[in-house]
DNA sequence: TTGTTATTGTGAAATAAATCACAAAAATCC
DNA sequence: GGATTTTTGTGATTTATTTCACAATAACAA
């Protein structure tokens, strides 16, 4: 079902989804492609071909509908079909995430929160437990997660890693600026947050 | 001095660089490009691609001097040259970013946090004050700071971002979800964090 | 009704990025 | 010293992405 969505274009359908939700709760129903393009600074056509990818027809002179267009989207990039995950480390980053109410709706569900420091264990943060990292292993059997969000400090990321791996967990989502080594059925997502960033702030910035 | 690095070879930088400082940590002081291949899991020539667009030459049989590459990712992607930020909303998100080590490292200096409540203001974090959001115009003037990392909730992201606009912010660091309206003279980088993981995500784990 | 205009959809062209393939260099081995 | 091997550097090729250009469509206005 889910096609070769390349990651440029995800990364584009999830800034029209958030055009969507805005258009959408201003109570207006058609957007066109030059209106989207506009707003992002991108090619108009762009807008387009990245729909056709969708299935999602427009209508000549009035443009595609807000509703449909969201529904798409979510669709296409897996908002419905839900993934369960686990935080790791549960530090301002880990909260943070816990508390970032768009994961949800972008079909990630936080079940719990780790870490090994004991005043926090059994807190709770948005309605979800934090557990004892040791405690990890079994809940990831239990529950059949397999996805991980790994936001320890860079010094505890590779060893919690080797932890993650021991437990089966399948997929890091890594929020530490370690380049993790883990076995190739392991699949690792690096959260880049500089790498892109800096490249913008120094075009612009340093000239 | 700076050239247009494309923003893909930059974010690979960052991860170069994070393998060159484990590699100094570890006492090991050359790396080739394989090695470094290997472990991104990307192709060996594209590493070197990369490194050429440093002008930093590696030695035939040997391999690249770690010292001397973390140097020149450092002077190209501009750590040495700081600029300073204030990060605006002193969530979660933003406390995380405040201690995120990081950032200093990467020749970003976080000055201070803003919020609207009074129970954060005058808070320190990481050395850095929390000021009411009444006090940013009057120290974006002062210190001459033009960066401006937006941690709020949503639904305040364009309203912030108005007023952003209006104390002659210039460049917004966007990782709320809204995708701002400003003005072409300022310029918003936006932190997708969903995007690029739910293409990761779909890709292998809905199949 | 008929012209005008805004908008989609899409091939073609241009640009950018990644991969391949291999010569040249230099360390190591025998 | 000469063969062998590892590794760089880089043109050539391939693949991917973006932009351009324009015909087709349908709303709207006179």
Chains 1, 2 share one sequence.
Not at 32 to 45: E, T
């Amino acid at each position: 079902m889910s096609k070769n969505i390349p990651e440029k274009v995800s990364n584009r359908l999830t800034l029209y989804h958030s055009i969507m939700v805005e258009y959408l709760e201003a109570g207006i129903d058609t957007i066109s492609s030059p209106q989207i393009a506009q707003r992002l600074g991108i090619d108009d056509s762009q807008v387009r071909k990245d729909f056709k990818l969708l299935n999602n027809a427009g209508k000549c002179r009035v443009g595609y509908l807000v509703k449909d267009l969201k529904d798409s989207i979510e669709k296409t990039l897996g908002f419905a079909q839900a993934k369960d995950a686990f935080i790791v480390g549960a530090g301002h980053l880990g909260l943070a995430l816990a508390k970032y109410d768009n994961f949800n709706s972008y079909g990630l569900n936080i079940l719990a929160l780790f870490d090994n420091d004991p005043q926090k264990v059994d807190m709770l943060v948005n309605n979800k437990q934090i557990f004892h990292i040791s405690k990890l292993p079994n809940l990831v059997e239990r529950l059949g997660v397999d996805i991980a969000i790994l936001t320890v400090p860079r010094q505890y990321a590779q060893p919690v890693a080797d932890f993650l791996v021991a437990s089966k967990i399948k997929y890091i989502w890594n929020f530490t600026p370690a380049v993790l080594k883990v076995p190739p059925e392991v699949k690792v997502w690096n959260e880049n947050i500089m790498g892109s960033f800096l490249q913008f702030a120094c075009k612009d910035i340093i000239q």
